[in-house]
């Protein structure tokens, strides 16, 4: 436990920094595109679009088959030489293999745009592929950086991949800033073609600039991204086939993000940015706590399942959905009862209407439940991973994607326009609890025990503690709501009083009830 700490604690700060910096990224974006405009609407659905195709490309597969193939050729002893070459014949076939798919992807824009968000009205639609076709290289930077993250990753630097992304989000908030100076209005009308290169250029200029950082880090670490000539040598077939399945998994994930967006950009204008804004606030916990846990999770169980130390799997897979649960059930509380002051304050400013602001905090406490399941989920998906198996969690993901899809459509057919970003994130509580069931029944299957007494016993302590935090803050927040007059200041004092109020509520109750993570937790937020 401690071991996992230490490596946490820098992760962490780390991750911290870099979502922080994510956030202030979303906030000046809102700002300066205007939440619940159709120009923020074409941008996000541009700029979600390599994001996807690059997790249906390789995605999945870096965590499922990179980094446990890497992990393995580094622990080699004296074999130094052939894990770089190996990693340098890897990093080859990543460029090679997404640059096609970039060219591609830039000549099938239209018809990528057409299928993704089919409520667009012409001009929305046509920008959307203008934005589109600037930002599919961004495919090809997302695969290198994520291939030299899975590098340092095996070789024990498990900070520096965590750093990356700040240097992504600070040159995207220099670009949100420079367009607000250049007289850049909230209206896809009045968009020039020099804000549009701004936009367009400066929006993948970033993820380049994440990909630098890792190329110079891994330099630092021994390792030169050096490209081959022939890639071949490294088992292609068999990262083929193991990766096939995670291929068919986060195909199904991709379906159901089609669904959801061509459902959403037909409920109204801005919708399709209300709905993605509440997601990304979602993915803020998630990214700081539980993708720390996973990435300092993920080598240690690689290893133990090398050595067919199925016990020692079980015990680190143990110590992260513990840690995982107790740190965000309170998160999850605070995303039920703050949703929608915590997006006032985000948000209701500059070009943003207050009810955009304040549908995008509905939509956030409705995904608020999903916090912890969606975690444990992914942390246990990861232990199969670590086994060599990709197909039982492929098929899990496949399941989970299909419950999504269908309540997503059902729950279409029974509401729509401002209501419908809340009832598809709801729809996401239901299939993330139910992929975290099934996948601890086969998870224990296939290690004999899954130390389901204790995690058992921490998430009921946890989850009663959270529950106290949450009543209590939504009292505080009653309490003091509307006492300053003001919207934004409102939301202020809220979001304080309340988050105070439950935090101190949930450590007094959390210790009552003994639940030893948070002692372990809060020792390691200490510095020395």
């Given amino acids: 436990m401690s071991d996992l700490l230490r490596t946490g604690r820098a992760m962490a700060v780390a991750t911290v920094v870099s979502r922080i910096t994510g956030f202030v990224r979303t906030l000046v974006l809102a700002t300066a595109l205007g939440l619940g405009t159709r120009l923020l609407d074409a941008y996000t659905a541009a700029n979600i679009t390599p994001n996807t195709i690059y997790e249906l490309v390789m995605g999945g597969a870096v965590a499922s088959v990179v980094v446990p193939l890497l992990v393995r050729q580094a622990s080699r002893p004296g074999r130094e030489q052939e894990a770089d070459l190996y990693a340098q014949r890897l990093l080859s076939l990543v460029v090679y293999g997404l640059g096609a798919v970039v060219i591609v992807a830039v000549v099938a824009a239209p018809l990528i745009v057409s299928a993704t968000v089919s409520g667009f009205p012409p001009p929305q639609r046509n920008l959307a592929v203008l934005f589109t076709r600037?930002?599919?290289?961004?495919?090809?930077?997302?695969?290198?950086?994520?291939?030299?993250?899975?590098?340092?990753?095996?070789?024990?630097?498990?900070?520096?991949?965590?750093?990356?992304?700040?240097?992504?989000?600070?040159?995207?908030?220099?670009?949100?800033?420079?367009?607000?100076?250049?007289?850049?209005?909230?209206?896809?009308?009045?968009?020039?073609?020099?804000?549009?290169?701004?936009?367009?250029?400066?929006?993948?200029?970033?993820?380049?600039?994440?990909?630098?950082?890792?190329?110079?880090?891994?330099?630092?670490?021994?390792?030169?991204?050096?490209?081959?000539?022939?890639?071949?040598?490294?088992?292609?077939?068999?990262?083929?086939?193991?990766?096939?399945?995670?291929?068919?998994?986060?195909?199904?994930?991709?379906?159901?993000?089609?669904?959801?967006?061509?459902?959403?950009?037909?409920?109204?204008?801005?919708?399709?940015?209300?709905?993605?804004?509440?997601?990304?606030?979602?993915?803020?916990?998630?990214?700081?706590?539980?993708?720390?846990?996973?990435?300092?999770?993920?080598?240690?169980?690689?290893?133990?399942?090398?050595?067919?130390?199925?016990?020692?799997?079980?015990?680190?897979?143990?110590?992260?959905?513990?840690?995982?649960?107790?740190?965000?059930?309170?998160?999850?509380?605070?995303?039920?009862?703050?949703?929608?002051?915590?997006?006032?304050?985000?948000?209701?400013?500059?070009?943003?209407?207050?009810?955009?602001?304040?549908?995008?905090?509905?939509?956030?406490?409705?995904?608020?439940?999903?916090?912890?399941?969606?975690?444990?989920?992914?942390?246990?998906?990861?232990?199969?991973?670590?086994?060599?198996d990709t197909r039982t969690p492929a098929l899990i993901s496949v399941g989970v994607s299909a419950v999504t899809a269908a309540a997503a459509l059902g729950t279409a057919r029974l509401t729509g326009g401002p209501r419908l970003p809340v009832a598809l994130a709801a729809c996401t509580v239901v299939a993330y609890t139910a992929g975290l069931l099934v996948t601890a029944v086969l998870l224990r299957r296939r290690l004999g025990r899954v130390d389901g007494h204790r995690l058992l016993d921490t998430h009921l302590r946890s989850l009663a503690a959270a529950t106290a935090a949450g009543l209590v803050a939504a009292v505080v927040a009653r309490t003091v709501d509307g006492s300053l007059g003001t919207a934004t200041a409102d939301a202020a004092l809220v979001v304080v009083a309340a988050s105070a109020a439950g935090g101190a509520l949930y450590v007094l109750v959390g210790r009552m009830l003994g639940v030893a993570e948070l002692r372990t937790l809060t020792s390691a937020l200490r510095p020395g």
Avoid: K
Avoid at 259 to 288: D, K, W
Avoid at 300 to 324: E, F, K, Y
């Fill in 134 to 388: 600037f930002f599919m290289p961004q495919i090809l930077f997302y695969g290198v950086s994520a291939t030299l993250a899975a590098v340092l990753n095996a070789r024990g630097r498990l900070t520096a991949p965590m750093w990356a992304p700040v240097a992504n989000n600070l040159v995207v908030i220099a670009t949100g800033l420079a367009f607000v100076l250049v007289g850049g209005a909230g209206r896809v009308e009045s968009l020039t073609t020099a804000q549009t290169l701004l936009l367009s250029i400066g929006t993948s200029a970033g993820v380049a600039a994440q990909m630098a950082v890792l190329a110079v880090a891994g330099r630092r670490a021994g390792f030169r991204p050096r490209l081959r000539a022939d890639p071949r040598g490294i088992g292609v077939r068999r990262i083929a086939a193991m990766a096939g399945w995670t291929v068919a998994s986060v195909a199904a994930a991709q379906a159901v993000f089609l669904v959801c967006t061509r459902l959403v950009s037909h409920a109204g204008e801005g919708m399709l940015a209300v709905y993605g804004n509440a997601s990304t606030i979602f993915q803020l916990p998630y990214g700081v706590i539980a993708v720390t846990v996973i990435t300092g999770v993920l080598p240690r169980m690689s290893r133990a399942a090398g050595r067919r130390d199925l016990a020692g799997v079980t015990s680190d897979l143990s110590q992260g959905l513990r840690l995982t649960a107790v740190a965000l059930a309170p998160v999850a509380a605070a995303l039920v009862v703050l949703g929608p002051a915590l997006t006032t304050l985000m948000f209701a400013h500059g070009r943003t209407s207050p009810e955009a602001a304040r549908l995008t905090g509905l939509t956030l406490a409705a995904y608020g439940p999903a916090l912890v399941p969606f975690a444990g989920y992914q942390i246990m998906l990861r232990a199969f991973y670590a086994l060599g």
